[in-house]
């Protein structure tokens, strides 16, 4: 069975059908790119998946439990996590604990353990740090552990929110435009990045891209949106020379 | 010894074992100031007062400076606590012992205020900004108005209430009123000490530095930083929000029994929107995040009007300037912008010398 099976998804904002129809299944372990023009809907899709957007037809499977429409907590503890466009990190909080505030629900004690230093507190802790310590040092980011996050430099920024993503121990990972505003080498260096992050975690990764040499390069199967639909999906080469797609992209008859 | 080892530890238990260092030299300079007869009365007359709006700022900061929301209710929260602990001792008193019936009377207060933060939170909460903080403010004066025409009293047939008049009441001749309308509580048997009062500060200073420092208190930052990347990491914002609203009321609870039990009398008036106003000057003086900044600010400012009585007609005037500057100081793009310069000059001198010799 897949992990994420989608099926006849849509939404309506008033008179406006942002995205129909769209069936999509994502396998584990395996990278998908969502790509299409400018507004074609890949983030409403991405919205509608965390819970963001409620959509107004169809259904989210995953790994077998239905969570169309339920909140983003819920669909956090569901395991999928995300990316944003615009980059959200909590700035005035340590590179640190931005990742432990994605741990949240994988390392929980209550509110009384916190208070009163109950032995459970250093415990869960020491627990949390470890980890966290170990998730940026993937990043490369444990040596800037005690920063803020609103110090680190726009890439580095872009990998903590992976990392933090990464914290909620998710079954599917959604990555908004992760390589957005990087030069070459950065953008080389976060291919490398997100391929072992699958390959350590085995989870399944969706992304959205701009950056072709980036979908190409590490995608193993991309799906194209536009006008909110699905016009094609395949390997690189396949999507490479789809019609529609190029029609889509260059405009056409 | 001990300092190396302070110099060694985490930056924030460092900052924290700080902030408890101050609250405890200033508890035993002023002790000692006191044995030897060097304090006027009218300062001693203020060391409680001081606590109690040292508690106030550090409870206010929960939900200003970690939740990110502005609230102009916290005197509504103080008055409600003040009134329910005051009736609790005025009756439990004169039977317990006061080593009972204190500790019974803060929490009753704290316990009233929680139960307001959450009636008021609930709804709240789920405005943001402004709207929030206009909300808060109405509570306040509701709270005021409902407290300045309330009448209570019992005799042996119990309790009487109205809302209109003492005599509406229908209290026995040899009956006892407990609160009479405007003019609220009466000849209430002081019981705050200074002592009582740093407790109290001391408390609330483990309370709240824990529960910052703990998961609760990193989710309720996270909130403030961005409420959408909080969702999406799995953070339950109505929860953690609600959680820090009502700590923060139920301290300013305890802040409003230990200021009352400091006077004889009681009136509702005393909680007013200027008292809410001047709680939020201690918060936004003191840095808003910033607990330490919090105790210094709320200790200064109740002191400076005491000794600066001559300009007592333009405190209000001063505090609306103080933060409006404090707001532009902080927030300004511009002015941001300048102190970081300002900053860099200043760490440069002190640390490696400036970049250009180097290149020299």
């Not at chain 2, 006061?98 to 405005?127: S, T």
Request: proline share 3%; hydrophobic share 50%; net charge positive.
């Amino acid at each position: 069975m897949a992990l994420l099976e989608v099926s006849n998804l849509g939404i309506a904002f008033g008179g406006l059908q942002a995205v129909s129809q769209l069936d999509m299944t994502i396998e584990k372990g395996h990278l998908y790119g969502l790509i299409g023009p400018n507004g074609a809907g890949k983030t409403t899709v991405f919205n509608m998946l965390t819970g963001v957007y409620r959509p107004t037809e169809g259904n989210i499977i995953l790994d077998g439990k239905d969570i169309t429409g339920k909140n983003p907590e819920a669909i956090s503890k569901a395991g999928i996590a995300r990316t944003f466009q615009n980059i959200r990190l909590f700035n005035e909080m340590s590179v640190l604990d931005n990742v432990k505030v994605g741990m949240h629900n994988q390392v929980p004690y209550g509110l009384w353990t916190g208070i009163l230093r109950l032995p459970a507190y250093r415990e869960k802790e020491h627990e949390m740090n470890r980890k966290a310590h170990a998730l940026l040092k993937i990043f490369d980011l444990d040596e800037q552990a005690d920063l803020k996050a609103s110090q680190l430099p726009y890439g580095k920024q872009r990998k903590l929110e992976i990392a933090r993503a990464l914290a909620t121990n998710p079954k599917l990972l959604l990555l908004d435009e992760p390589a957005a505003g990087m030069n070459p080498n950065e953008t080389e260096e976060l291919m490398q990045t997100v391929r072992s992050v699958r390959d350590q975690f085995g989870i399944a990764i969706l992304l959205i891209e701009h950056d072709m040499n980036f979908v190409m390069g590490i995608c193993e199967e991309i799906m194209v949106l536009d006008y909110g639909r699905m016009i094609a999906r395949g390997d690189g080469k396949a999507i490479r020379n789809n019609p529609k797609v190029i029609a889509a992209y260059l405009g056409g008859d | 010894m001990a300092l190396t080892r302070l110099k060694h530890m985490k930056k924030t238990t460092r900052s924290n074992l700080i902030t408890f260092g101050i609250v405890i030299v200033f508890y035993l300079v002023v002790e000692a100031l006191m044995a030897g007869g060097l304090t006027s009365s009218s300062f001693e007359g203020q060391l409680v007062p001081i606590c109690a709006y040292v508690v106030l700022a550090i409870s206010l900061n929960l939900t200003v400076g970690f939740l990110g929301e502005l609230s102009l209710g916290h005197a509504g929260f103080m008055s409600v606590g003040a009134f329910a602990g005051v009736l609790l001792w005025t009756v439990l008193g004169k039977t317990l012992p006061a080593y009972v019936a204190l500790p019974l009377a803060f929490l009753a207060g704290g316990l009233v205020a929680g139960i307001f933060g959450v009636i008021v939170g609930v709804p709240v909460l789920r405005l943001s900004g402004d709207y929030l903080a206009i909300v808060t403010l109405a509570f306040g004066e509701i709270i005021k108005n409902i407290i300045n025409a309330c009448y209570l009293g019992y005799d042996e047939n119990g309790l009487h209430f109205s809302l209109t008049d003492a005599a509406s009441m229908g209290l026995a001749p040899d009956g006892t009123t407990l609160i009479n309308g405007a003019m609220g509580i009466t000849r209430i048997t002081k019981a705050s000490t200074f002592t009582m009062g740093i407790a109290l500060v001391l408390i609330t200073l483990v309370v709240i530095l824990n529960l910052i420092h703990s998961r609760t208190g990193r989710a309720v930052m996270a909130i403030r930083d961005n409420e959408i990347a909080a969702q999406s990491v799995g953070v339950d914002l109505t929860r953690y929000k609600l959680t820090a609203f009502v700590i923060s009321a139920v301290f300013a609870g305890f802040a409003g029994v230990l200021y009352a039990l400091n006077y004889s009398s009681l009136v509702a008036r005393r909680f007013d929107y200027n008292t809410s106003i001047q709680i939020l000057v201690f918060v936004v003086l003191g840095g808003m995040g910033n607990i330490r900044g919090s105790i210094i600010a709320a200790a200064l400012l109740t002191v400076l009007p005491e000794m600066l009585r001559g300009m007592d007609d333009y405190r209000m005037l001063i505090y609306a300037i103080v933060l409006i500057v404090m707001m532009i100081f902080n927030q300004s793009p511009q002015i941001v912008a300048w102190r970081k310069r300002v900053a860099a000059r200043f760490t440069r001198k002190k640390g490696a010398p400036a970049p250009q010799k180097e290149v020299a």
